[in-house]
């Protein structure tokens, strides 16, 4: 019996050892930034420096972020990783033993304050009250548009003069409608929690694919920049879609100087910004297409004074929600859920 105690206390005196206990060599050494703080802005130059609890030999220390190696310079490091958020920088340590990589988690924000935006209205035109607008987007003069709540979801093409449907398909009761976006004759438009997203001709509207979401959490916004397509899900995440293969290949995080947000909906790409609905709120975010920064929020407050509040309306329901370019009128179009209105404004700088 002593025997067996014996055999059984040293095995987990090992298992612990090899399970990261104190003479584990990740223990030994850890990150240490200027000013203890986990919260840097993107670009940033801080002290870094190794804690060495043992009084190892250390040999030589490498850092990296998001897979990029570092710059050391007078014991100093810039954080200027392409996109923000949260991150992990991580350091490989090479000691008198043998090497190890020890990792701190951070948050790397925007550089400065979002400057603050107004509208001016330049035109007014009608809106079906009954289309509870998710994406809104221009194609050669047309106006494409998705509409969501099960049994009311539907794809439409739209005279955005008149507010008169030229065509619709009407999605399955199934499914909630979401963002849409329009690439290389094709429209791109997803689902809110069924995790499927649709293809569909952009001359026909007939569906011509379904594709499944990855790690993304739901389908909300959509956009593209040309090349890959943008989908907001929820979070303070924006996915990065592979225009061919539908497949996620990352994502940034949009975040103030401040903090991490997550409130992008609808979605808009204009000259390298997303601009992105604000969810529940009369406002819309600009943002960095390739870092995450938010570097403006534009004020719409007011604009739902001006449409008419039906007997089922409900405010935190039927808010502003869908934004689309013109690009030969360099004006943007913005409507909500449910509105009987959709402006043509301009963005001035408050």
């Not at 998710?134 to 507010?163: A, I």
């Not at 694919?209 to 990855?214: A, E, L, R, V, Y």
């Amino acid at each position: 019996m002593n025997i067996f105690r014996f055999f059984s206390s040293s095995f987990l005196l090992l298992l612990f050892m090899a399970c990261g206990g104190e003479k584990s060599p990740a223990s030994m050494f850890e990150i240490e930034l200027e000013g203890s703080g986990k919260k840097f802005q993107q670009n940033q130059t801080v002290g870094i420096s190794i804690k060495n609890k043992k009084n190892m030999e250390i040999k030589e220390v490498t850092y990296t972020l998001d897979g990029k190696t570092l710059d050391l310079k007078d014991g100093k490091v810039t954080l200027n990783p392409q996109t923000l958020g949260d991150k992990t920088l991580n350091a490989t340590v090479n000691y008198e033993d043998g090497s190890v990589e020890v990792s701190k988690n951070i948050q790397l924000l925007a550089p400065s304050a979002p400057s603050i935006y107004t509208y001016k209205i330049i035109n007014e035109y009608p809106h079906d009250p009954k289309a509870y607008t998710q994406g809104l987007e221009f194609h050669n003069d047309t106006l494409y548009e998705s509409t969501g709540k099960k049994g009311r979801s539907s794809l439409r093409k739209v005279d955005w003069k008149t507010g008169e449907r030229i065509q619709t398909v009407d999605l399955e009761a199934t499914y909630f409608g979401e963002g849409i976006t329009i690439l290389n004759n094709k429209i791109y438009m997803l689902t809110w929690r069924s995790g499927t997203g649709f293809v569909y001709d952009l001359q026909t509207l007939e569906r011509l694919d379904s594709f499944k979401f990855g790690q993304s959490k739901e389908g909300w916004g959509l956009t593209n920049d040309g090349k890959k397509l943008f989908k907001s899900d929820g979070t303070e995440k924006i996915w990065f879609l592979n225009s061919e293969t539908l497949v996620e290949e990352g994502y940034m995080e949009t975040v103030t100087n401040k903090s991490i947000n997550k409130s992008a909906n609808e979605l808009e790409y204009v000259d390298g910004k997303i601009y992105a609905n604000v969810y529940q709120k009369p406002s819309v975010m600009i943002i960095d297409a390739k870092s995450g920064a938010i570097e403006g929020v534009i004020n719409f407050g007011g604009l739902s004074n001006k449409v008419t509040h039906h007997d089922t309306w409900n405010e935190m329901d039927n808010v502003l929600n869908g934004i689309a370019y013109h690009p030969e009128r360099k004006t943007f179009f913005v409507t909500g859920k449910e509105w009987d209105k959709m402006f043509e404004v301009s963005i001035e700088k408050k």
